[in-house]
């Protein structure tokens, strides 16, 4: 019996275990850390300092590892593909690892020497047809480090945080999108006296004083005075008030 009941406990130890940890991983799935991001053309990127605070909130016993070659720096590769950082970390006896490519500034590979690719020739926010040379500077060490945190950072994504920042990251690359023309700020162009008059006389007309005007503009349109109607907000306005009986008709 001594025998049964000992396996009967570690069994529901280990269960107790595996429940504690899916706790834990939905904890850190359903964790919205949008506060600690910042948007970089398509992609999202999270604080490493952040990440890595939050996610020992959940386990402090948590350790990471920066894998380093014979030189001891943490970069893999060679000049012709570029190169490769790796990070792993271990949770509660399980140790996961992630790789990440040193980038530039728009996600290309960074190699010992700088070098050039084709893209898209735009001008006046329209493309020519034609294919120009962009360069992509030389990797230095700087760039490897901001790797290396990039990685640890999704790293720490294996484990649930921040993993839906991730999701389509495996997806086909889409086609270079035009770059968007800057917005042109809206002039606002200010209603002539001779149109608010007429607006507060069709008013009148229709049994409706200025007050009444200014309660419904207020109402509808959620503006203080008349002055600040734009011409569709006015022609909004004219309409509604012609649809009204006359005064008279009313009696």
């Known amino acids: 019996m001594k025998l049964i009941d000992?396996?009967?406990?570690?069994y529901f130890e280990g269960y107790?275990?595996?429940e504690k940890m899916e706790n834990k991983l939905n904890k850190l799935l359903e964790l919205n850390v949008n506060n600690f991001t910042k948007k970089k053309g398509k992609l999202t990127y999270l604080s490493w300092a952040r990440a890595w605070r939050e996610f020992?909130?959940?386990?402090?016993?948590?350790t990471y590892n920066i894998k380093k070659n014979e030189n001891g720096t943490p970069e893999f590769?060679?000049?012709?593909?570029?190169y490769m950082v790796f990070t792993d970390v271990t949770v509660e006896g399980i140790t996961r690892e992630m790789w990440l490519p040193v980038m530039d500034g728009a996600n290309k590979a960074m190699k010992d020497e700088p070098y050039t690719h084709k893209v898209k020739e735009y001008k006046n926010y329209k493309p020519t047809g034609n294919m120009i040379d962009k360069t992509v500077a030389a990797m230095s060490m700087f760039d490897v480090n901001k790797a290396v945190m990039r990685c640890l950072t999704k790293n720490l994504a294996m484990d649930g945080l921040g993993l839906y920042i991730y999701a389509g990251e495996d997806l086909p690359e889409e086609p270079e999108e035009t770059p968007a023309a800057p917005k042109k700020p809206i002039k606002k162009v200010e209603l002539?006296?001779?149109k608010i008059k007429a607006l507060y006389t069709l008013a009148d007309a229709k049994g409706k004083s200025s007050e009444d005007v200014k309660a419904l503009i207020k109402k509808n349109l959620n503006i203080d005075s008349t002055k600040d109607l734009t011409l569709d907000q006015y022609n909004t306005m004219v309409k509604w008030l012609r649809d009204k009986p006359d005064k008279e008709s009313d009696k």
């Open 6 to 10: 000992d396996r009967l406990e570690k």
């Open 77 to 82: 590769g060679n000049a012709k593909f570029g």
């Open 56 to 62: 020992l909130k959940v386990y402090p016993d948590a």
């Open 16 to 18: 107790e275990v595996e």
């Open 192 to 194: 002539a006296q001779t």
